[in-house]
């Protein structure tokens, strides 16, 4: 099963990171300076999974990955670098599969 996890750093900040069910990372999320801040990034990115809410994008070394993005366009996670672009677009499917319906796993108790 897909799961949300919410990490905390040495600096205090927290971030999130969604996972697929066979464990692989398919987004990142930027950090927040609180767990509610946090839980709330994860409440959005569950909810905003409409193509719109996807920036398709190409890194320096042009390797292809995405952003999701919020309703008011703030980045919300950030893909790993993907080989293909048909392997981004599966991962892009993948986000809108499962974030929905991850669980939510506080590792930072």
């Keep these: 099963?897909?799961?949300y996890l919410i990490r905390k750093s040495t600096n205090g900040q927290y971030?999130?990171?969604?996972k697929a069910g066979n464990g692989e990372t398919?987004?990142?999320?930027?950090?927040?300076t609180t767990k509610q801040n946090c839980l709330k990034g994860v409440?959005?990115?569950?909810?905003n999974i409409a193509d719109g809410n996807f920036k398709i994008l190409t890194s320096v070394r042009n390797d292809p990955?995405?952003?999701q993005r919020a309703g008011n366009h703030q980045v919300l996670g950030t893909s790993q670098m993907y080989s293909s672009t048909h392997a981004?677009?599966?991962?892009?499917?993948?986000?809108k599969n499962n974030a929905p319906i991850a669980v939510i796993e506080?590792?930072?108790q």
């Design 26 to 32: 398919i987004l990142t999320s930027e950090t927040y």
């Design 106 to 108: 506080d590792l930072t």
């Design 88 to 95: 981004r677009d599966i991962g892009i499917s993948s986000v």
């Design 15 to 18: 971030w999130w990171v969604l």
């Design 1 to 3: 099963m897909a799961k």
């Design 65 to 67: 990955y995405f952003t």
């Design 43 to 47: 409440e959005s990115s569950k909810v």
